[in-house]
């Protein structure tokens, strides 16, 4: 899990150029160790189940498998890997959802300096479990 040396994050999202541009934000950040992918939720558990990332940062609204269902699967499999739902919508209901899952809900087009602070403080929250 958690390494000394900085962050695994698992970036998921059904668009490349998002998934792409993120990660490399993500990377060049120095408290960032590690960033892998995964296009859809399904990629997702399989990514977690083989690299088991320190935290999941995913889309909500992907094909096949959608970021909430995915996120449900993750936390009762990998209970200790840290999940940061985000998009673009900011409904009510998408946030109880995230609540229920103990997942942290981040919307996007946020600085990247406060993504990086929710993947840390995700990741400090799941240490202690």
């Known amino acids: 899990m958690t390494s000394p040396d900085g962050i695994h994050v ?10 792409t541009s993120v990660g490399a934000l993500l990377a060049a950040h120095p408290s ?25 940062l995913m889309d909500l609204r992907m094909p096949r498998l959608d ?18 739902i985000h998009s673009a919508y900011e409904q009510e209901t998408m ?18 300096r406060d993504l990086v602070a ?3 403080e995700t990741v400090a929250r799941r240490s202690v479990l």
């Open 118 to 120: 929710v993947l840390e």
């Open 10 to 19: 698992l970036v998921v999202d059904d668009v490349e150029v998002i998934r």
């Open 67 to 84: 970021g909430l269902s995915a996120a449900r699967i993750i936390r009762r499999r990998f209970p200790r890997v840290g999940i940061v």
């Open 95 to 112: 946030l109880a959802k995230t609540d229920e899952l103990d997942v942290t809900y981040f919307t996007k087009g946020r600085p990247v």
């Open 32 to 56: 960032i160790r590690e960033v892998t992918f995964a296009e859809d939720g399904h990629a997702a558990i399989q990514a977690v189940a083989e690299r088991t990332p320190d935290v999941v």
